[in-house]
């Protein structure tokens, strides 16, 4: 079956082949007939025409595929061990700066000019009470302004019995009378004397 087939194919390139050959002959015979001179004209001889010669065209290249280049890397460089590597050059080590200390601007301060001392007279010193009668106006006006006046004037008055002694002014100064003025107690264990 292959056999009769590529006999066929031969048969059909054959006849295809001297086809184009005869047609091309038919060409030149045609391009010949016009190409010759006119009757009448009397000089030279015509020319014979040129021998008719069968040229088989060449049939087109063919494409040949392209195929990429691949680059093939070197191989690796590997130096030969009876060579010993160079020393690595020392690293420099910094050396640290100390920090700037910026102090901060002094701020300006006026000069001090202290004001003239003058003496301050000593709180008066609490009278001696001679007797229990000394006693009733000094508590009254310690008392006065105490919101529970009677209560304040009894422990006064009995302050004053003991210890003989009033603070001056209406609250405080009570280390003025001494020791038996402040360390006097009530029975909760607070100070008695006001």
């Known amino acids: 079956m292959a056999f009769n087939k590529s006999i066929l194919l031969l048969g059909i390139f054959l006849v295809m082949a001297t ?5 091309y002959n038919e060409d030149l015979k045609m391009q010949v007939s016009y190409t010759k001179p006119t009757v009448g004209a009397t ?3 015509p020319k014979p ?8 065209p060449t049939p087109p290249k063919a494409k040949v595929p392209y195929t990429p280049v691949v680059k093939v890397p070197p191989p690796p460089f590997v130096k030969s061990p009876s060579y010993p590597p160079p020393p690595a050059p020392p690293i420099p080590i910094p050396t640290p700066t100390p920090p700037k200390v910026i102090s901060p601007p002094t701020p300006y301060h006026p000069p001090v000019v202290n004001p003239p001392v003058t003496p301050t007279p000593a709180p008066p ?3 001696i009470v001679k007797s229990n009668k000394d006693c009733v106006p000094r508590c009254g006006y310690r008392c006065q302004l ?9 422990a006064c008055m009995t302050c004053c019995e003991r210890c003989k002694c009033v603070p001056p002014g209406t609250y405080g100064n009570r280390e003025k009378c001494g020791k038996c003025y402040t360390d006097m107690v009530t029975h909760g264990n607070r100070s008695k004397c006001p």
């Open 19 to 23: 086809s184009k050959v005869s047609s």
């Open 43 to 45: 000089s030279a001889p």
């Open 49 to 56: 025409p040129p021998p008719l010669t069968t040229t088989v």
């Open 125 to 127: 010193t609490s009278p």
């Open 146 to 154: 105490h919101s529970r006046t009677r209560v304040c004037m009894r």
